[in-house]
C-alpha cells in the first residue's frame, strides 16, 4: 500500500538525521511490502534562506496532504547565525510554532526509555533501575496557562503580573482519549497527574479523564498529584506506562523523565492531532556545533520514525522491527560520540543509520 510522508530535513544536523531515518524507512518498506512517497518541506532556517519567512503557506499545505510529518530539527546558533538579527516572529523557531498550531497538534507524546545497554548514562542507582523503565509521557499542547489570559498591570504602585490556567472539558476530553488509546497499544495502565488537591482545572480534569476511562475498561487509571509525580520519576519510574497531563505539568515531567535516560541523541517525541496525523521529531535540537561532520547520533529521529510507523500508519509490527533494530545494534556494541563508552566501537551518522537499516 502507497502511504504519503512528509519530511523536514530542516536545519544543522536535521538533513544528515533525516537522511538516516530514511534509509531505515526505504528498508521498512523493502522487507514489508509498502511503498513511501516523500514530500520534502522546508521549514525554519532553510525556509527563510529559500523564501525569507521561517514557514510559508506551501509548507503548511503540503504537510496537511501527508499522512505524517517526519522532521529533523530546525534553528542554528543564536550568536553567529543571521537568522537571529531578524525579529522575533521572522526567526526558525516561530516556524516551528507556526506549523504545529497550523496543525492543530494538541497532543504531544514524549517516550523515555532506558536501553539496558546505556545505563551507565542513567543518573539513577542500579537497584532503581532494576531492568530499566519505559513510559510515555502524554502532554497536552495547546491550552493550560502557556495559552491562557496573560497581563501585568500596577495597583496602587505594585507590579502584578497574571497568567490564567484554564481548561475546558472538550480539551481535556481529548487528549485523554489520545492517551487512552496509546495505553492500548502499551500495558494498558495510565496515570493521571494533576493538582487536584489545590486547582479547579484539575479537578475538572480528573473528573473528565474518570468518564473517559469508561470507555476503556481494559485500561488501569491512577490519579497523582504532580508533585509527587515528579519525585516518584527518579524513586521508582518503573511504576509507569503512560502518564497523561497538562501542559505545565507535561513540559516540566517530560523534562525530568527524559533526563533519567540519560542522553539527548536518542529521545524520540511525537505531536499527534485528532486524526491520525502526527508530526514526529526527536526531542534535541539542530546541533549547529557538530553539523555537516558526521557525528550526530541519528536514534532519536529513527526512533520518531518507529512511532510515526505506530501511531499514524499503524504500523505495529514495522515499529517494532526498527525498535529492536536499534536494540540490536547498540547491544553489538556500535555507538555515536554522544553515548559512546568503553569497550564500544565510534560510528558516524551514516554508518549507524546503516547499521540500524542492515537489522531490519
Ligand atoms: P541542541 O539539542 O541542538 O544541542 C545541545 C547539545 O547536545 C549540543 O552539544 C549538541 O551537539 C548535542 N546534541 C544534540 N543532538 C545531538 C545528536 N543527535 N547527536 C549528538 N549530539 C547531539 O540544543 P541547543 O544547542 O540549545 O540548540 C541549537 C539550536 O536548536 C537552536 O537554534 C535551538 O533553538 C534549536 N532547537 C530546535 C528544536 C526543534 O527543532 N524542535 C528543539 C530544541 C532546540
Known amino acids: 500500500m502507497e502511504h504519503k510522508l512528509a519530511l523536514i530535513p530542516g536545519d544543522g544536523i536535521g538533513p544528515e538525521i533525516v537522511r538516516e531515518a530514511r534509509k531505515v524507512l526505504d528498508r521498512v518498506c523493502e522487507k514489508y511490502g509498502h511503498t513511501f512517497t516523500y514530500t520534502e518541506l522546508l521549514l525554519g532556517g532553510a525556509?527563510?534562506?529559500?523564501?525569507?519567512?521561517?514557514?510559508?503557506?506551501?509548507?503548511?499545505?503540503?504537510?496537511?496532504?501527508?499522512?505524517?510529518?517526519?522532521?529533523?530539527?530546525?534553528?542554528?546558533?543564536?550568536?553567529?547565525?543571521?537568522?537571529?538579527?531578524?525579529?522575533?516572529?521572522?526567526?526558525?523557531?516561530?516556524?516551528?510554532?507556526?506549523?504545529?498550531?497550523?496543525?492543530?497538534?494538541?497532543?504531544?507524546?514524549?517516550?523515555?526509555?532506558?536501553?539496558?545497554?546505556?545505563?551507565?548514562?542513567?543518573?539513577?542507582?542500579?537497584?532503581?533501575?532494576?531492568?530499566?523503565?519505559?513510559?510515555?509521557?502524554?502532554?497536552?499542547?495547546?491550552?493550560?496557562?502557556?495559552?491562557?489570559?496573560?497581563?501585568?498591570?500596577?495597583?496602587?504602585?505594585?507590579?502584578?503580573?497574571?497568567?490564567?490556567?484554564?481548561?475546558?472539558?472538550?480539551?481535556?476530553?481529548?487528549?485523554?482519549?489520545?492517551?487512552?488509546?496509546?495505553?492500548?497499544?502499551?500495558?494498558?495502565?495510565?496515570?493521571s497527574v494533576d493538582k487536584a488537591n489545590v486547582l479547579d482545572s484539575s479537578r475538572l480534569w480528573r473528573k473528565v479523564v474518570e468518564e473517559v476511562a469508561q470507555e476503556y475498561p481494559e485500561v488501569t487509571l491512577e490519579h497523582m498529584l504532580v508533585d509527587n509525580c515528579a519525585m516518584q520519576l527518579v524513586k521508582d519510574p518503573k511504576q509507569f506506562d503512560v502518564i497523561l497531563t497538562e501542559n505545565m505539568f507535561g513540559d516540566i515531567l517530560s523534562d525530568e523523565a527524559s533526563m533519567v535516560t540519560g542522553s539527548i541523541g536518542m529521545l524520540s517525541s511525537a505531536s499527534l492531532n485528532e486524526t491520525k496525523f502526527g508530526l514526529y521529531e526527536p526531542s534535541h535540537g539542530s546541533?549547529?556545533?557538530?553539523?555537516?561532520?558526521?557525528?550526530?547520533?541519528?536514534?532519536?529521529?529513527?526512533?520518531?520514525?518507529?512511532?510515526?510507523?505506530?501511531?499514524?500508519?499503524?504500523?505495529?509490527?514495522?515499529?517494532?522491527?526498527?525498535?529492536?533494530?536499534?536494540?540490536?545494534?547498540?547491544?553489538?556494541?556500535?555507538?555515536?560520540?554522544?553515548?559512546?563508552?568503553?569497550?564500544?566501537?565510534?560510528?558516524?551518522?551514516?554508518?549507524?543509520?546503516?547499521?540500524i537499516a542492515a537489522e531490519i
Not at 506549523?99 to 543518573?123: D, G, Q, S, T, V
Not at 557538530?290 to 514495522?318: F, H
Not at 553515548?339 to 564500544?344: A, L, P, R
Open 47 to 191: 525556509s527563510i534562506d529559500a523564501n525569507g519567512v521561517p514557514l510559508t503557506e506551501e509548507t503548511v499545505a503540503l504537510a496537511k496532504e501527508s499522512e505524517a510529518v517526519l522532521m529533523g530539527s530546525i534553528g542554528g546558533d543564536a550568536a553567529t547565525s543571521p537568522w537571529y538579527k531578524l525579529e522575533p516572529s521572522k526567526r526558525p523557531e516561530a516556524g516551528l510554532l507556526g506549523i504545529r498550531k497550523a496543525l492543530n497538534l494538541f497532543a504531544n507524546l514524549r517516550p523515555a526509555y532506558l536501553y539496558k545497554e546505556l545505563k551507565a548514562a542513567c543518573p539513577l542507582r542500579d537497584e532503581i533501575i532494576g531492568d530499566g523503565f519505559d513510559m510515555m509521557i502524554m502532554r497536552e499542547l495547546t491550552g493550560g496557562l502557556y495559552f491562557g489570559e496573560r497581563k501585568t498591570i500596577e495597583e496602587n504602585g505594585v507590579k502584578k503580573a497574571i497568567d490564567t490556567l484554564t481548561y475546558d472539558e472538550n480539551e481535556i476530553r481529548r487528549i485523554a482519549k489520545r492517551g487512552f488509546d496509546i495505553a492500548m497499544k502499551r500495558r494498558k495502565k495510565v496515570t
Open 287 to 355: 546541533a549547529p556545533d557538530i553539523a555537516g561532520q558526521d557525528k550526530a547520533n541519528p536514534i532519536a529521529t529513527i526512533l520518531s520514525a518507529a512511532m510515526m510507523l505506530r501511531y499514524s500508519l499503524d504500523m505495529d509490527q514495522e515499529a517494532d522491527a526498527v525498535e529492536a533494530a536499534v536494540s540490536a545494534v547498540l547491544e553489538k556494541g556500535y555507538r555515536t560520540g554522544d553515548i559512546m563508552s568503553e569497550g564500544c566501537t565510534l560510528v558516524g551518522t551514516a554508518q549507524m543509520g546503516d547499521l
